[in-house]
């Protein structure tokens, strides 16, 4: 029986696929009845609060085995995983500083490269939240950095919550995300305008949001 589910926020393809007993996201990404859902959604990573997506019925594979030989199967797993990538607004190099980072149930320290990109493999069905740790000067105990990640929860750039969402990844604060016009995501926005040399106002407009889009690469 063909089923619809509707993307809640913080789930992604991957645990929507296992959620329905498949092993990969392609699995759902690429059946025809998706057709609608994968114009929409290019990048099958970025799925959104309110995406609709076909859950077709699964069915039985035949396969014809031959007597008196060894018979391979291979099977499908999908792995997840959280990339950080950390970078000074400078561009100084942020090689050797020290990261914590907390994902789900695993602990990793470990101290940057020079591309300030970190890569973890999640655990299956790991909760989807964490804490980063940055310890940006030389035997400090105490972090200069801290804050949370929640993995699937970036809203579209066209929602002011996915505006606020990447100005703050980006450095520029813009408060709590929550599509609220307020004092801080006016500042945040205009930091980042300012920057990036476009007309200074807190009004995220079509100019701004395709800016926004190309620095933060999605």
Do not use: W
């Not at 400078?90 to 994902?103: E, H, P, Q, Y």
């Amino acid at each position: 029986m063909t089923q619809q589910h509707t993307v809640a926020q913080g789930e992604t393809l991957l645990r929507i696929a296992r959620q329905y007993g498949y092993k990969t996201s392609t699995a759902l990404y690429n059946h025809p009845s998706n057709a609608e859902f994968r114009a929409l959604r290019p990048d099958p990573n970025l799925i959104y609060p309110g995406d609709v997506i076909t859950i077709p019925p699964k069915k039985e594979k035949f396969m014809p085995l031959r007597a008196n030989s060894l018979n391979t199967f291979v099977v499908q797993n999908e792995k997840e995983y959280f990339r950080l990538q950390v970078s000074y607004d400078d561009g100084d190099d942020v090689a050797g500083k020290r990261v914590v980072l907390n994902i789900g149930s695993q602990k990793i320290d470990t101290v940057l490269q020079s591309d300030g990109l970190i890569e973890v493999e999640l655990n299956n069905n790991d909760a989807l939240t964490g804490n980063v740790d940055l310890y940006l000067k030389a035997g400090e105990t105490t972090p200069t950095k801290s804050f949370a990640v929640q993995i699937g929860n970036l809203d579209p750039i066209d929602t002011l919550s996915g505006v606020q969402g990447r100005c703050n990844m980006l450095g520029f604060n813009c408060g709590k995300v929550d599509g609220v016009m307020g004092e801080k995501t006016r500042i945040g926005v205009k930091e980042f305008k300012y920057q990036h040399e476009l007309d200074v106002d807190g009004i995220p407009g079509p100019k701004t949001k395709a800016k926004l889009q190309q620095v933060f690469g999605s």
